[in-house]
């Protein structure tokens, strides 16, 4: 299962001002600012329900500055495009039509390359996960049900 994912540097980028932000570590130390761009990063039902965005603030933990360094880095160096032809399982790819940080069109490029595939796009943001996990659940056990048979 793919979840609100690209392939790497090839991907699509989100609007630099959007990334900026995800990219500041800031956003780990200070939850204040956290509260400020949430809905602007995150975007669905961040955009709508504040108590979401107080929620994620406050449990945020921050990483180290090297670890969160190497994570940023990890992303401008890999990317998995040469071999996705090659997955032979069937493979769900989850994305919301409201990312701003990882824009669909990503997960329909995943799901073109991958062959056993299939999309499935949620009216929400990048963090539906958190924000309707039910949904989310049965989406994925309707995946794992077909899949078994």
């Known amino acids: 299962m793919l979840v609100s994912t690209s392939s790497g540097w090839t991907m ?3 609007k ?4 900026s932000k995800m990219s500041s570590i800031k956003r780990y130390t200070d939850k204040g600012y956290m509260r400020s ?7 669905g039902a961040f955009r709508r329900d ?3 965005i107080n929620a994620h603030a406050a449990g945020m933990k921050p990483s180290s500055n090297a670890g969160y360094m190497m994570q940023l880095l990890a992303m401008t160096g890999w990317t998995s495009v040469p071999w996705l032809w090659m997955l032979k399982q069937p493979t769900l790819i989850i994305s919301g039509t409201d990312d701003p940080l990882i824009p669909v069109a990503n997960a329909r490029l995943l799901a073109h390359l991958i ?3 299939r999309l499935e796009l949620v009216d929400d943001g990048h963090l539906f996960v958190v924000t309707d996990p039910k ?3 049965k989406m994925v056990e309707a995946f794992l049900d077909e899949e078994a048979d």
């Open 37 to 43: 761009i949430a809905a602007e990063i995150y975007g």
């Open 16 to 19: 630099p001002a959007v990334l």
């Open 135 to 137: 949904s989310t659940a």
């Open 115 to 117: 062959p056993k595939s």
């Open 12 to 14: 699509i980028p989100g």
């Open 50 to 52: 504040d108590t979401l």
